[in-house]
């Protein structure tokens, strides 16, 4: 018998979050100390990723978290130290791109590199245990409107700043039919921008994708040319 999936509040965050981390730590393994470009750009890129990474580490735990404890107190309790723990982590990362730049050396560089590598690997075994058990634990307590409704309140609380980060990673990690499905679900009027920020972002044959699966839904004809 098939079980229809339930909604999953983690997936698409996380997908865009692994890439995100993924991106950054190849950029710093290959960054250049003899170019000065190069490496302030490497560094703004981790700079953005450890922004990004707290912010969506407070989000769960203004949240989610308390969704869960609301219904199964304690359940939330392992995850909620790990944030703490990240946040030491995120704190320890910033003061070693700082002395990097200031020294930007070869061995500075390669220690920072595999203390993010070690970060990117705690926080994609953290991700599981959220995907996993977390998960349950919602969908045990939630209906799939209610989950939809903690998700519209966490989208109202960030930024266009910071939506627009999270849209760049969304956009270049998810499959053809999450992409068509983020950008068919929004309001008619948000469209053009995400799909003048998609169009930059994908290749030839994933932008000719997406513009087959909203053909239905009408592309705006300055893109869709």
């Not at 999936?5 to 950054?24: C, E, Q, S, V």
């Not at 000065?36 to 989000?59: I, V």
């Not at 799939?144 to 760049?168: F, K, N, T, V, Y």
């Not at 950008?183 to 998609?198: H, N, Y």
Request: aromatic letters at 6%; hydrophobic letters at 50%.
């Amino acid at each position: 018998m098939h079980t229809p999936a339930r909604y999953n509040i983690y997936a698409p965050i996380h997908k865009a979050l692994r890439l995100f981390m993924t991106d950054t730590l190849q950029g710093l393994g290959r960054m250049d100390l003899d170019d000065a470009q190069d490496l302030a750009a490497g560094l703004a890129r981790l700079d953005a990723l450890l922004d990004g990474a707290s912010a969506h580490l407070q989000h769960e735990t203004d949240f989610i978290h308390p969704a869960i404890e609301a219904r199964s107190s304690g359940a939330s309790g392992r995850i909620a130290a790990e944030h703490r723990e990240h946040l030491d982590a995120i704190a320890a990362l910033r003061a070693q791109a700082a002395a990097l730049r200031a020294a930007p050396e070869p061995a500075a560089a390669h220690r920072l590199y595999r203390q993010l590598a070690a970060f990117v690997a705690e926080n994609f075994e953290h991700m599981d245990v959220e995907e996993t058990r977390h998960n349950q634990a919602l969908w045990a307590a939630y209906s799939d409107a209610e989950l939809a409704a903690i998700e519209g309140r966490i989208l109202a609380s960030i930024g266009p700043q910071e939506m627009g980060q999270w849209l760049h990673w969304m956009l270049r990690a998810f499959s053809p039919a999450e992409r068509a499905q983020l950008v068919g679900g929004l309001p008619p009027e948000a469209r053009p921008p995400v799909l003048a920020q998609a169009r930059a972002l994908l290749d030839d044959q994933d932008w000719a994708k997406l513009c087959r699966a909203l053909a239905p839904v009408s592309m705006p004809e300055a893109l869709a040319a």
